[in-house]
């Protein structure tokens, strides 16, 4: 499995920070593929920081060298290689998070209304 290197870590956000504006600095780069923001599963709270996923772990490779330590919303960023189980671990939270349970509800009163 080679997607430690294609997700990277990114540190030091401003609370202000969305997914669209992480996005929006890392496409440059190449094609992204998934954009998180970590939150704490009590308060919802930003945690400053989040992941940024490529397509290519060259593209990945050049987003580090342009924007470790550049500045988003007037904060230093620091951009690295994901850790294979922080990923993991902050995902967990995010697929038992209320929004994903609250789109299956959706989801499933949809299907149910066109039966």
């Given at each position: 499995?080679?997607?430690?290197?294609?997700?990277?870590y990114v540190g030091g956000l401003s609370e202000a920070?969305?997914?669209?504006?992480?996005?929006?600095?890392?496409?440059?780069?190449?094609?992204?593929?998934?954009?998180?923001?970590?939150?704490?599963?009590?308060?919802?709270?930003?945690?400053?920081?989040g992941f940024v996923e490529f397509e290519a772990p060259?593209?990945?490779?050049?987003?580090?060298?342009?924007?470790?330590?550049?500045?988003i919303l007037g904060r230093t960023i620091y951009v690295?290689?994901?850790?294979?189980?922080?990923?993991?671990?902050?995902?967990?939270?995010?697929?038992?998070?209320?929004?994903?349970?609250?789109?299956?509800?959706?989801?499933?009163?949809?299907?149910?209304?066109?039966?």
């Amino acid at each position: 499995r080679m997607t430690e290197k294609k997700t990277l870590y990114v540190g030091g956000l401003s609370e202000a920070i969305s997914k669209d504006l992480l996005f929006s600095a890392f496409i440059p780069f190449g094609e992204v593929t998934d954009v998180q923001i970590a939150r704490d599963p009590g308060n919802n709270d930003h945690k400053g920081f989040g992941f940024v996923e490529f397509e290519a772990p060259e593209d990945a490779m050049a987003a580090i060298d342009n924007m470790n330590h550049a500045e988003i919303l007037g904060r230093t960023i620091y951009v690295s290689i994901a850790n294979e189980q922080s990923v993991m671990k902050t995902r967990a939270i995010w697929e038992e998070d209320s929004f994903v349970a609250k789109r299956v509800a959706d989801m499933e009163e949809t299907e149910s209304a066109s039966n």
